[in-house]
């Protein structure tokens, strides 16, 4: 049966159809396959090869396939019948030596001898390329055996013929002895000849560069002969000298490090060759003669010339070219009976040998930094031993350490050990770096180095190791690259202070240009919706601003997730991996997000580190962690439901939380049976996680079902603090339990909100709260022995210390109680207001009148972040990308969060008075002592004092917030007092600057302190005593002795100020309308201070960019005023702009006049840009005569003498883009709608001073000349001397130009602008008089030019103005004073003038 072949066409189905076709026919194949033995030791001898008929190139011996890239199953070998296994036989070894694959052949490379390998020149022709090679020309080899050859199996077999040929005449030359008694010479030039040409070493008896090998004519070796011997000819022919200069020239034109590389390549041969010779026996004199060993001559006379020559050649050589490196000094003798070592390449055993000597830095110069393997800093000069393994590296070998390249280099290595050690001293480096330990030893960041160089994703690449020591390597580097211990530890010992569970997000606040624009409340499914540009960018670029987004657009969580749920690490990758979550948790809202939805991980993390039941674990280090409750675990719930309500109520009820934390909290922490220590965490993690869920009136079912176990902690609170020495981990969690009590009693007091539209978002989740007040009702007899027991420990400052934050926890429940208590309107108001009357006798007033609680008041200072800035400056290693606190030393005692703080404690015990004060009217009296300490007093002073505040920085945000409230609550505090006892204090003044300095510096999240300062203490007649004691005529006073002026009673600023004190009602509706925060972030921080916990939406705060006010915030209405005016072009409603314009400067004139300290944060400079912002609002508004006397006074105030001064329009103004911008503009408006205006004109003139720059002057007399014809300021009316404008002399030539030429042309006259017109007559008497030699020739040639302009006026009295000028008088009508005759000098060079110019001008003086 015939089967066709398949067609083009024919698709698979048909093959198979053919297939079953033949199959089911049954026909013998076409081809036979016969396998053929592997085995090719075991063939016949005598049985020939099988002839290969198809036309290839062979490697022989080789096998067609290289091997499988990955190593394939383990095969059990099966002996053949005749040929058995030995028993005693390596099998490794016997498959590595019948291995004949390409692989095994390439792993022994030993390289060729090239050394006496003639150099072959190409052959000179007559044509551009070389002749091309046709078919049809015949070749002079025998035909193949085989049959029909490609050509290019005919070039391979040709060349391998001709090699053949070569390689039999170079045979090796039989030894020559020496005749008996003959010495071999042995002279220095035969020794230092190691970089001689084979041609001079062998004599000149053959060729060593012209080989002919590229002719192809029969006579190729005569021609060589030939040229060979014409060679050798002229070179005898050539004395030394000659031959010298030739080698000169010759070098001349070669390349150097060509010339370096032949010669260094021929010391490799000749220490090669001697080695060789040493090796031989010495009974044998000759040595044998290789091509690879250079022949050594004999000293006869016919060569004694040759090597004198060459000799003198090398000599010449090795001093021109480089000198001679030493012999190479091994510690061992390399044998070639050794693996490898069959060739012995020095070259690279340099590393045997011992390391150069340290070399002393005898400069400042700047050196690598090298790292110990525990990530220590080495210095420069440190001389270790090398057993510690820090020498392994190429670059400066004699230095111990590695640098951060060698590292990262190392992190690339193909073995997991050498990964893993990278790993882990990188990961020592960071941690190192982050707490500091560098200092100012490093130039630059090694952070910011190391992120530069990729290490981020470096870690992260790292984690998808499949070695599990390098996963936990990577992990642990990650964790020190996040997560700073001592931010940690300092936001959870800080947990029970005053507000302390809500804390600012550690992410960047130089947020993109497209997050700029996002809404301040986020939620969740906002959170959802990335913009189209993060999505799409690369995790690269979004690292670059934020580390956290760049490491959650690799999918870091599900590598997490994998590592916890299929790997199951140790327990320091589990509590690495945990610390890591937490940081990302902290991040922002999003992040929490993300971490609670990716997929599988929450439910891991709660199944396996948070199970009910488990074994028991003793003290030690726990094998595993996994079945074992962890508080790393419980604290990561902890933060991810402090991100939001809705996140706490996920976990409440999708991870059966509850059950979890009855399960913590029902025992004591002795008898969880787990190690004390992650015991005490555990219950604190717990009772923490709870009061977050409290804090969104979330979790108070579970208040029923432990309310016993409660009870009974409570009542062990008092035994535990008699106890001593006190533990911080138990004070830690009594803090946290009595904060717990504190949210469940605040949710007991809760009602439903109201559905208004800032709040119904927040509250689709929430769950009324089933806690009422007969629940708590019983909690203060409980609490009050515990802080009983604590203040009796106030006079012992160690122990006071050690108790933490439980005394403010004792307050702050307290506070919140009387709080609930007061709103239960079926209650008996009396039995609460005898209750606090009782707390305040036996507690406060015997509190109050300890010495230590003055000590308290008096390190406020001391431990304050405004009054010491440098405490909160930012470490030399933060990063703007990634958020940290910066505390990874931990705080010092003396700070705001450190031990010996006062802050915690003051500010609960404010916080509880002024409830009780809010209640309980009637106490005012009594605890209004606090306002008067001696410390609070001079703490006050301190921080409005004009110094430079704090900069904003993640930490000072924390530290500035919790000192913000003690500061409030002092103001709340004397707000209260001011209303029931109107007679002002010595402190009410203090009182009112606090709370405007205060209000300036708010942070975000504190909207509610904002509002609540401007509609009590910032506008109250109250906290302003000078109006009532003399204030007002003071003012006139002090006006009357500076400027001298008596004019319109009505103007004066007493009258001024009188009248904005009686319109203080009117003022605080204006900046209320004005500087309020946003609605909906002040509903969110009112819950949150109010303790509606209904309304809480989170207890992350929003981002601190900024303070919620500017510095300049007194002009802020005006600021929108000049905004509004820009965007409107018909302008504003007359009423509305008069009205505002009048409130804000008499607030501005108040503050001038009377808290002058408010105002020093704003520049001079910018107080008279938004005074030009008057006139700029609208074109009407500067004739209102109220506004003109409060302008014209505060316009006197900006011209004092102590204030002028720090006048500067050079410097960048806060809120101003450039002020010549806004002068031009104010030119070109007073121009325009001024009418000649003195006021208008004032502030026109007022930066035209000399000390300010050019450029305002320019646009003056350059660009709006026109204003020359309106500035009719009398010289009188100049608010500032008339000397600001003459010196020091002018030295602008341009604008010189332009004053000459603005008084000839008559466009600046004395009657028209009398001020200007003496400031141009001055500049320009001054320039053409000036006899400065070092003038430049321009300068020279203007200036002889205007004088002699000047002398030909035909104006006499500008003549007789600009010849005869000689000092500015403000007194006088033309404002200067005239010599009657000019000087000696003056007449003199005028006389140098041509005398066609006197002619024509007349000469008189």
């Known amino acids: 049966m015939m089967l066709s072949r398949p067609k083009p066409g024919e698709s698979e189905v048909d093959l198979l159809r053919f297939q079953s076709q033949f199959l089911e026919a049954g026909a013998a194949p076409a081809v036979q396959l016969v396998r053929g033995s592997r085995r090719r030791d075991g063939a016949h001898p005598d049985q020939p090869p099988l002839q290969d008929h198809r036309d290839v190139v062979m490697l022989d011996n080789l096998p067609d396939l290289p091997p499988a890239l990955l190593p394939a199953p383990a095969k059990r070998a099966r002996p053949s019948p005749g040929r058995p296994l030995p028993h005693d036989e390596d099998p490794e070894e016997r498959l590595n030596r019948h291995d004949e694959h390409i692989t095994a052949v390439l792993s022994k490379i030993v390289e060729r001898d090239t050394s006496s390998v003639s150099v072959t020149l190409p052959v000179p022709s007559g044509v ?36 053949n040929r070569v390689s039999s005449a170079e045979q090796v030359v039989p030894s020559l002895d020496a ?3 003959a010495v071999p010479c042995e002279t220095p030039f035969s020794r230092d000849r190691s970089d001689q040409l084979p041609g001079r070493t062998h004599g000149f008896h053959r060729p060593n560069l ?79 003669v290789t091509k690879e060993e250079p022949i050594v001559s004999t000293c006869t006379g016919e060569s004694g010339l040759r090597d004198k020559v060459e000799g003198m050649v090398e000599d010449k050589l090795e001093d021109e070219l480089q000198p001679r490196t030493p012999a190479l000094k091994l510690p061992m003798t390399p044998n070639k009976e050794w693996l490898h070592m069959d060739t012995v390449e020095l070259e690279k055993l340099h590393w045997t040998q011992d390391l150069p000597p340290l070399r002393r830095q005898q400069t400042q110069e700047r050196m690598q930094a090298r790292f110990s393997l525990q990530g220590e800093l080495l210095a420069p000069d440190v001389d270790l031993p090398t057993h510690l393994g820090l020498h392994h590296h190429g670059e400066e070998a004699e230095r111990a350490g590695y640098s951060l390249q060698e590292l990262f280099h190392l992190t690339r290595s193909q073995v997991s050990q050498q990964r893993t050690l990278a790993l882990h001293v990188l990961s020592q480096i960071v941690g190192r770096a982050q707490a500091g330990e560098f200092g100012d030893r490093l130039v630059g960041s090694v952070l910011r180095l190391l992120l530069d160089a990729g290490f981020l994703f470096l870690l992260r690449f790292s984690l998808d190791d499949r070695v599990d020591s390098v996963i936990a390597a990577a992990v642990r580097a990650l964790r020190a690259l996040l997560v700073a211990p001592g931010d940690e530890e300092l936001l959870d010992s800080t947990f029970s202070w005053y507000h302390g569970s809500s804390v600012f997000p550690l992410m960047p606040s130089q947020d993109e240009k497209e997050d700029e624009d996002e809404d301040e409340e986020l939620t969740t499914e906002k959170v959802k919706r990335k913009t189209p540009e993060e999505g799409s960018r690369p995790p690269p670029d979004l ?164 309310y016993p176990v409660l009870m009974r902690a409570l009542q062990t609170l008092p035994t535990e603090l008699s106890t001593h020495p006190l533990q911080p981990l138990s004070m830690q969690r009594m803090a946290s339990l009595l904060t717990l009590l504190t949210q469940l009693t605040l949710a007991a007091s809760s009602t439903h909100p109201e559905p208004t539209s800032g709040s119904a978002k927040s ?26 027991q604590t203040l009796k420990l106030l006079p012992r400052p160690d122990v006071w210390n050690a108790l933490g934050p439980v005394p403010s926890a004792c307050l702050l429940f307290l506070g919140a109680y009387y709080q609930a208590w007061s709103q239960q309107s079926s209650l008996c108001p009396e039995d609460w207001l005898q209750d606090m009357e009782c707390l305040v006798d036996e507690f406060l007033l015997p509190l109050l009148s300890q010495p230590p609680l003055a000590s308290l008041w008096d390190s406020l200072r001391d431990c304050s972040p405004l009054c010491n800035p440098l405490s909160c400056a930012s470490t030399p290693e933060a990063l703007p990308s990634l958020v940290s606190l910066g505390c990874a030393g931990g705080c010092p005692p003396r700070s705001v969060a450190g031990s010996a703080s006062p802050f915690p404690f003051l500010t609960a015990l404010l916080s509880l008075v002024n409830i009780l004060v809010q209640i309980h009217k009637g106490l005012c009296g009594q605890l209004a002592a606090v306002l008067t300490a001696p410390g609070l007093q001079n703490y006050f002073l301190q921080c409005v004092a004009p110094t430079p505040a704090p900069q904003l920085t993640p930490f000072s945000a924390w530290a500035l917030r919790h000192e913000y409230h003690l500061q409030y609550l002092v103001l709340s505090l004397a707000q209260k007092a001011a209303t029931l006892q109107p007679e002002p204090t010595a402190s009410t003044a203090l ?121 300049d915030w007194p002009f802020q209405p005006l600021i929108h005023l000049y905004h509004r005016a820009s965007d409107t072009p018909s302008g504003l409603p007359s009423a509305d702009t008069v009205g505002v314009t009048i409130r804000v400067l008499q607030w501005v004139l108040v503050l001038e006049s009377w808290r002058p300290e408010v105002l020093w944060a704003v520049p001079p400079a910018a107080r008279l840009a938004r005074l030009m912002c008057v006139y700029l609002v609208d074109s009407e508004l500067f004739r209102e005569t109220p506004i003109q006397h409060l302008v014209a006074a505060l316009l006197a105030r900006l011209c004092q003498p102590q204030v002028l001064p720090n006048l500067k329009l050079d410097c960048p103004l806060p809120g101003l883009t450039s002020f010549p911008d806004l002068y031009a503009s104010f030119l070109d408006h007073f121009e325009a709608v001024s009418f000649g205006d003195h006021l208008f004109g004032s502030l026109v003139l007022l930066p035209l001073q000399r000390r300010f720059s050019v450029t305002l ?138 005398a066609e110019v006197l002619q024509n001008g007349g000469f008189k003086t």
């Not at 070039?155 to 391998?160: D, L, P």
């Not at 370096?260 to 000759?286: D, I, N, V, Y």
């Not at 205060?998 to 302003?1024: D, K, T, W």
Request: contains cysteine; charged residues 20%.
């Open 1257 to 1394: 002057r320019l646009a003056l007399f350059g660009e709006h000349v026109g204003v020359l014809r309106a500035l009719g300021l009398p010289l009188t009316q100049l608010p500032v001397p008339l000397e600001c404008y003459t010196e020091p002399a002018e030295d602008s030539l341009p604008l010189l130009q332009l004053y000459f030429r603005a008084l000839v042309t008559g466009t600046l006259r004395a009657r028209w602008c009398p001020i200007l017109y003496t400031v141009a007559v001055a500049h320009v008497n001054s320039f053409i008089f000036c006899q400065d030699p070092k003038s430049s020739d321009e300068v020279k040639a203007a200036r002889r030019s205007m004088l002699q302009r000047a002398w030909l006026l035909a104006d006499e009295g500008l003549r007789q103005h600009l010849l005869h000028y000689k000092l500015p008088n403000s007194s006088l009508p033309e404002g200067f004073e005239l010599y009657s005759q000019l000087p000696r000098l003056r007449q003199q060079y005028l006389q140098t003038l041509p």
């Open 763 to 788: 509250c689709v989740s929430a769950i009324p709260s089933s806690i009422t007040w007969t629940h708590i009702s019983g909690l203060k007899p409980l609490v009050e022995p515990c802080l009983k």
């Open 543 to 706: 690292a670059r601003h934020d580390i956290i987004k760049g490491l959650l657009a690799t999918n870091l969580l599900p590598r997490l997730r994998y590592v916890l749920e299929v790997t199951c690490p140790g327990p320091s990758v589990v509590l690495d991996i945990l610390a890591v979550l937490i940081r990302l948790a902290r991040h922002s809202l999003e992040s929490a997000v993300r971490v609670l939805e990716c997929p599988r991980l929450m439910e891991t993390i709660v199944q396996e580190f948070l199970p009910t039941s488990w074994s028991p674990i003793g003290v030690g280090p726990t094998p595993s962690l996994y079945k074992v409750p962890c508080a790393a675990a419980m604290k990561l719930l902890r933060v991810l439901a402090s991100a939001g309500r809705n996140i706490a109520a996920r976990l409440l009820s999708s991870f059966d939380i509850r059950s979890r934390l009855c399960r913590f909290i029902a025992e004591a922490p002795h008898d969880l049976a787990l190690p004390p220590e992650e015991a005490e965490i555990l219950t604190t993690e717990a009772f923490r996680l709870w009061a977050v869920a409290a804090s969104y009136g979330q979790g108070g079912d579970l208040y029923r079902e432990l």
């Open 991 to 1111: 009182h009112h600057a606090i709370a405007l300095v205060l209000l300036s510096r708010l942070l975000p999240g504190s909207e509610y302190l904002a509002q609540e300062l401007l509609l009590s203490c910032v506008f109250r007649l109250e906290f302003l005593p000078e109006n009532a004691s003399g204030g007002p005529e003071a003012a006139d006073f002090s006006d009357g002795l500076s400027l001298g002026c008596s004019g319109d009673p009505q103007c004066r600023r007493g009258a001024l100020l009188v009248q904005a004190c009686q319109d203080l009602p009117s003022i605080r509706s204006c900046y209320l309308a004005h500087c309020s925060p946003a609605r909906a972030s002040l509903l969110t921080s009112q819950a949150l201070y109010r303790g509606e916990l209904l309304r809480v939406s989170s207890l992350l705060l929003p981002v601190p960019k900024e303070p919620l006010l500017p510095t």
């Open 128 to 163: 551009a390329f070389p002749p091309v090679f046709h078919r049809s020309q015949e070749r002079q080899v025998k035909p193949a055996a085989s049959g029909k050859r490609s050509i290019f199996a005919q070039e391979i077999a040709a060349r391998r013929v001709s090699e």
């Open 210 to 288: 012209v080989t002919g090998k590229g002719l192809r004519s029969q006579a190729a070796e005569q021609e060589v002969q030939t040229i060979h011997e014409e060679n050798v000819a002229r070179l005898q022919a050539m004395n030394p000298e000659e031959i010298l200069k030739e080698q000169q020239q010759l070098l001349a034109q070669l390349d150097p490090s060509l010339v370096a590389f032949l010669r260094s390549h021929s010391h490799t041969q000749e220490q090669t060759g001697t080695k060789a010779t040493r090796e031989q026996s010495p009974e044998r004199p000759s040595v044998p």
């Open 179 to 181: 005749p008996e008694g």
